[in-house]
């Protein structure tokens, strides 16, 4: 499995930040000591050009973030302090899903271990998403290829608001997003297909719920790429996800989608999105749980 990772993921936060940026060193860590070690192609990506993330993000926006010119209250709604390296590190992440998309697209499968930072929206940065890499590698390659029919789908707790915002009007892309709906966001953004959870449900019936949507989903749309935003914060233990799902519940989960994905012949990249576990060193755990389950599904 060739996967997308750069040491420039990680920007040191302040002690005591909700957000767990170590995951992501963490996360390629825990695979490389894995018993998949040998089945994994790590890769450095590129940053994305000005021209490519502007697709996307205004450039005043991108510039504020740069030099330290968001506002307090904008500052507040992202959830992160300001560090010199946060635009870089941004570019280079969605850099990193574009050429997990691109790999995918030649191999059939690839991931980014990083991005899924499917809330920040053109003009600000929300909810510890600065730059959305979903949809500017999406924007990218109906650039190059325009017939390309794409699919997203999001099994993070949380509602994927900014890809439905950016992408809701291009007719060949399909959303879909699986999250508790009395969460964050607490203003949704209506994707192609949204299913609306119960605050803290359980594993049996989250799983009868995604298998159902995604039945639905695969006689509504036929395509040719799709990203899976994956998400681990929907278990049980995490402090912000608000669902009840087992570590084996999660693989329950992994293997409905990874079933999913096969059955559509379609090519596909996975990123990592969201994980907050009560003990930060089960989150890198459980993202690499997620793609060592996809290893299995792919020999």
Known sequence: ??????????????????????????????????????KLDVRMPLPVSWEEITLVHEESYLRAVESDGLSSYARNRLGLPHHPRFLERSLLDVGGTL?????????????????????????EGLGFCVTNDVSTAVKVLLREEPDLQILIIDTDAHQGNGNH????????????????????????????????LDRYVEGADYLKSLSGSLRKLGSAFSPDLIFWVSGVDVHVKDRFGQMRLSTEDMCSRDGVVLEFLQSTGASWVGTMGGGYHLHTS?????????VENSIAWTE
């Not at 499995?1 to 920007?11: E, L, R, T």
């Not at 997990?100 to 930072?117: D, S």
Request: hydrophobic share 40%.
């Open 282 to 290: 089960q989150t890198p755990q459980l993202h690499a749980m997620t």
């Open 1 to 38: 499995m060739i996967c997308y990772s750069h040491p420039a993921y990680y920007v040191p936060l302040p002690e005591g930040h909700p957000f767990p940026i170590e995951k992501y060193p963490e996360t390629l860590r825990v695979l490389l000591e894995s018993s998949h070690a040998d």
């Open 165 to 196: 915002f950016v992408l809701g009007d291009l007719p060949n892309v399909f959303t879909y997003s699986i999250h508790v709906g009395a969460n964050y966001p607490a203003q949704k953004v209506p994707g192609d297909m949204d299913v609306s």
């Open 99 to 123: 050429a997990a998309a691109r790999t995918a697209l030649e191999v059939g499968a690839a991931w980014n271990l990083g991005g899924g930072t499917h809330h920040a929206m053109p003009t």
